[in-house]
């Protein structure tokens, strides 16, 4: 069975920073993109950040500058430093990751999400 599990979140002052990480575990072949999403009350869920396999970022206009999305293959881990916390910041941060797992002799690919991890930015 595949988990995703996510640590890291919590209570922070505006100007703060906060590392979010994420690792997978389970019968994993290969991990393709990995990826941030978050969750704001009432709002849709948002993409944040993205990385490659081969490292390759893509960031939501409104972090760029200040959120740096980082991966260690050899640990099925996913990282999200967050620098410059504001609070519109503020909600449930979930990671995601394309996964290739194997069960039973047998090969499938699909998306898993982690659990989330709430994030509040305030003074």
């Known amino acids: 069975q595949v988990q995703l599990v996510e640590s890291g979140g919590g209570l922070v002052q505006p100007g703060g920073s906060l590392r979010l990480s994420c690792a997978a575990s389970?019968?994993?072949?290969?991990?393709?993109?990995m990826g941030w999403y978050r969750q704001a009350p009432g709002k849709q869920r948002e993409l944040v950040a993205t990385?490659?396999?081969?490292?390759?970022?893509n960031y939501a206009d409104s972090v760029k500058g200040r959120f740096t999305i980082s991966r260690d293959n050899a640990k099925n881990t996913v990282f999200l430093q967050m620098n410059g916390l504001k609070p519109e910041d503020t909600a449930v941060y979930y990671c995601?990751?394309?996964?290739?797992?194997?069960?039973?002799?047998?090969?499938?690919?699909?998306?898993?999400w982690g659990q989330g991890t709430q994030v509040t930015v305030s003074s």
């Open positions: 995601k990751m394309y996964l290739v797992i194997r069960d039973s002799g047998r090969y499938s690919r699909d998306d898993y």
């Open positions: 389970g019968s994993i072949v290969r991990i393709e993109p």
């Open positions: 990385i490659t396999r081969g490292g390759t970022t």
